[in-house]
């Protein structure tokens, strides 16, 4: 497959300018698409975006080929469509993604969180979608990134290695060689169970957030997250909900990396248990907490991280109480239900499913295809 040079960016929060500015500055032709154009009317009236980045990053400004909020127009020309926005968003974004998407088209989720593939798979199937298209997912989004204005964005850092799996995962090395030219960085992630189940984000978010709650009303969320938030007594739940996550994993057939393993792998650092590896992490020094509850930690990582979990252990046997004590909490902090809302069994299209069945369809697609 050629490599791509006409991109859409779906969603244009801090990530999706970032990456539609990184692009635009690789020379790729990039549309910019966003729900609410006003939102993005600034970008539209200056051409594009200004890009700030650490000491030898991408930097400039960006020239943006179309902006717009008609997702007709958005998908009309592109390559491959970047979606780049909260996993609580996958849903909407693939229901207006269907009328539009063509023959060969590949869509890629930064990042899916858990199942984020196969409930846009299964979203788009249920709103009529017929074309032949490929789907992947990120196991994390590649940047640190902020946006410092509305036609601006700000890149900390380019992670250096991120998993990405298809669905099915037969097309992996198709994504992966097709958008190798502007990120290297992406490697072989086996299928979208193992970048959904290896999402650390569900572990570390919601339950330091949650346990935090009074600290963070309290002060605005003027301490530091990992460094203050995670003490030895809430080091201890994140080590409970890690080992749930690893055995609903494993009832899968997955071997997910737990905390500590991901910890050396994406930091290199390590520790006599989490606590201490965690406070023996140098880039978690100087985040700070969020200045409210009312933060994605608990939004979006509650419903579309825990919850898919808490929902495949339930469905395979694997119990998951401290992971539903988290979901639960959210659900009163928010005063919402999380469970309805989230990324159910149903949601996803694989009520009924077999793991043996379950797996061949991430690996090898449905069998009427």
Known sequence: MKEPTKIAVIGAGHGGKAMAAHLALMGREVTLF?????????????????????????HGFARIQKV????????????????????????????????????GQIIVLHPGRT??????????????????????????????????????????RIKEAVPLAALPAIHNKIVLTAIRSVFPQFIDGVDTLHTGLNNMG????????????????????????????????????????????VTVAASLGIRARNAMEW???AYNVSGNDLHEAIHNQSWYYGIKAPATLNHRYIFEDVPMSLVPISELGKRYGVST?????????????????????????????????????????????????
Not at 34 to 51: A, Q
Not at 75 to 87: N, R, W
Not at 138 to 152: H, K, L, M, N, V
């Open 34 to 58: 966003n729900r609410s154009f006003d939102h993005v009317r600034i970008i539209e009236e200056r051409g594009g975006i200004d890009l700030e980045s650490y000491e030898g990053g991408p």
């Open 68 to 103: 717009t909020s008609d997702m007709k127009v958005a998908l009309e020309d592109a390559e491959t469509i970047m979606v780049v926005v909260p996993s609580s968003a996958h849903a909407d974004i693939a229901k207006l993604c269907a009328p539009h998407l063509k023959d």
């Open 115 to 156: 199942c984020g593939c196969i409930e846009f798979d299964n979203v788009l199937r249920k709103n009529g979608c017929t074309a032949h298209y490929i789907l992947a997912e990120t196991e994390t989004f590649i940047y640190a990134s902020r946006t410092d204005g509305p036609a601006q964005a700000r890149i900390f």
């Open 202 to 245: 569900a572990i570390f978010h919601p339950a330091i957030t949650i346990l935090n709650a009074g600290r963070i009303e309290s002060t605005h969320g003027d301490f530091e997250y990992y460094i203050d938030g995670v003490t030895p007594s809430i080091a201890r739940v994140l080590e409970v909900l890690d080992r749930e996550r």
């Open 263 to 265: 910890l050396a792998l």
């Open 321 to 369: 109480s401290a992971i539903d004590s988290i979901v639960r909490l959210g659900c009163i902090i928010h005063r919402t239900d999380y469970r309805r809302s989230g990324r159910t069994i149903d949601k996803l299209g694989i009520q009924g499913l077999s793991v043996s069945e379950l797996t061949a369809y991430v690996r090898e697609g449905w069998k009427e295809d």
